[in-house]
């Protein structure tokens, strides 16, 4: 008998290292998603639910509290989870493949659409769908919707109000006000004006890091390569939602105009770019460091997180990025979106209802105030492309300077013509070729080269 | 014991072997067959035979040359590590006073994870660089040059630690009887300790070989391959051709199928090799 029970102990030991071990597997591979979730499960099953990939790092407490109120109201569980800075499409790939895959994920445009190809859901007959300002703003297959906007934005020359009135009232500067400058030449007479007196402005640059570490190039191989991008396609009258085979880069010795201007007067010595982050730019411009940084509407909330924070609401503007196009002096910012919702086909019906149902509820329902609210009181601060918004503008000085640019008649917004780009490798190569440039390894012509060579191969390789 | 042994083999070895075939059998098998197919979720993938590995070789050279950048950087990660490692071990198990205060030092760098120390030392190399006007993303050199250092630092204090187990368990009676034939001390440690302490140098030619071919998260902290990739070992090249390329997510699994067989080929010879010179004791 007591070798009946000994023989039992060890039974019952191994059976619970067994099952320890199991649990053990299965806590690992689920322990990324349950960081970020809001860990409401409890919901009944006939309802669905919801896993919110989201995109955006710097919004995940509000997607959280945003999911943890449409629970409370619905009873529908939300989960979120945000995938790390530059990781999405990883995070995506591994998510999608387990069987609670994301029923809601981001899309960035075409090139990404090419990736997801069969797991959209067709959106063209969702409330949030008709509610659009402009159709156009969509993704589209064909006719068929397949994504909707999260938010229009707008990106620019940030610039510090404070410091250019300090330079204004100086002798002999090259501009008196900001209406002023609406060209490159000007731009580049005040900028190295400024950098000449940038003792007497208590500035130690005028603009901010042209970072170029890894990862955080994205402002020059994305953002400001869609300027002249964007022309070169404009005038072959190119359709962007075909896939763009291939360019000449037309306009490249506009992209170095500005971005010689943005190195040659910058706080950061140019050899040291490599090592800087975009995080570092926005600090230098928060301190007030230097008067201009090239960034969008995002932006803001992390100007006005950083501490010590020097630059006021009112003092914080956008300014169109000028590269010495012709015609140039009525040119916008650079408004668009990047950020389509999706619905994932693959989920099940119940779950892709529910998923639709809680976007209607952010932008056309009850929802809608996190969707306009700053980002201090817990909203997101979105510009939204929605009629349902008519007369609510989003707090946060930068997304209400990006409303106020769309609706200048005088001026003509670039679109974000860069969702077009072939592929994250074809714009990591790029930032990796412009740091180079910037280190003195390569010249500008093979730069420009590069640039045309690998767009034609990685769109043909994707193709 | 015997009888027990044989009686209840699996209450021992199942719990290991049931992780091992989840854990490790089972993604191998499936990572075989993805890389014959064109897929964006590993759940539908589509048959594409030989594309893929044709692709590796084809499309862009940065394989062969993440490959040979591989092979350099564990050449000298093997000896500098191997060298260091027992060099403090033997000052180590000297009669010294304070020598567990100064295995314990060594030993510590060890318990950080990769990524950590990735990113502490691109700070002390960006820091010493800045004095020069540089910064690591100059030249690809400086990346590979600095993993080798922060390889060294991390890898030093473990191979020591074996080192020294090694050396405890000498015999004193061996040592003394070559002491009393006249042999010198680097005679002693030439024909005696290096043949007893066969084992241990072939567990830690195996540990830094396989660990610093098979190096992912340093590279990845401390440059992410920049500037543009010249300093991507193959791990690293493996990560971004899966997903930073649409469509490529096959051949990135061609390029790790690629790269298992050279680590297990390696593996073996070496293995085998330092077995032969093994002594026993």
Redesign the interface.
Known sequence: MRHYGKKMF??A??AS??A???T??GGTASSGSSAGSTGNTAASSGKGQVYYLNFKPEQADQFNAIAKAYTQKTGVSVKVQTAASGTY??TL?SE??KSDAPTIFICNGP?GY???G?YYADLTNADITKHLTNTSLALKDGNKIVGVPLAVEGYGIIYNQAIMNKYFKLDGAKAKSMDEINNFAKLKAVVEDMTAKKAKLGIKGVFASTS????EDWRWQTHLANIPITYELQDNKTDIAAGVKEIKFKYSDEYKNIFDLYLNNSVT?K?????KSVGDSTGEFALGQVAMVQNGSWVWSDISKTDGNVVGKDDIKFMPIYTGHSGEQDQGLCIGTENFACINTKASADDQKASIDFLNWLYTGEGMDYVTKGASDGGLGFIAPYDTFKGKSPDGPLAKQVVQWENNKKVKIVPWDFTCFP???FK??FG??L??YV?G?KTWSDVKNEVVKDWKS?AA??A | MQRTLRKYWAVFTLPTLVCFILAFFIPFIMGFGLSFAKFTTIVDAKFVGFSNYIKAFSGDASFLSALGRSLIFTAACVVLINLFGFTLALLLTRKMRGTNVFRTIFFMPNLIGGIVLGYIWQLIFNGVLAKFNQTLTTDGKYGIIGLIILMCWQMTGYMMVIYIAGLQNVSPDLIEAAQIDGASAWQTLIHVKIPMVMPSITICMFMTLANSFKLFDQNLALTNGAPDDTSALVALDIFKTFYSRTGYEGVGQAKAVIFTIIVAVIAFVQLHATREKEVEN
């Open positions: 060890a039974a030991l191994a290292l067994v320890a071990s199991l053990g597997c499409e990883q790939k999608m493949a090139v090419k990736t997801w069969s170029l570490k890894t990862g010595d050899k040291m770019l490599g090592s592929s994250q490798n990591n190569k990796a070729a740091l180079q280190q390894q990685e390789a994707t």
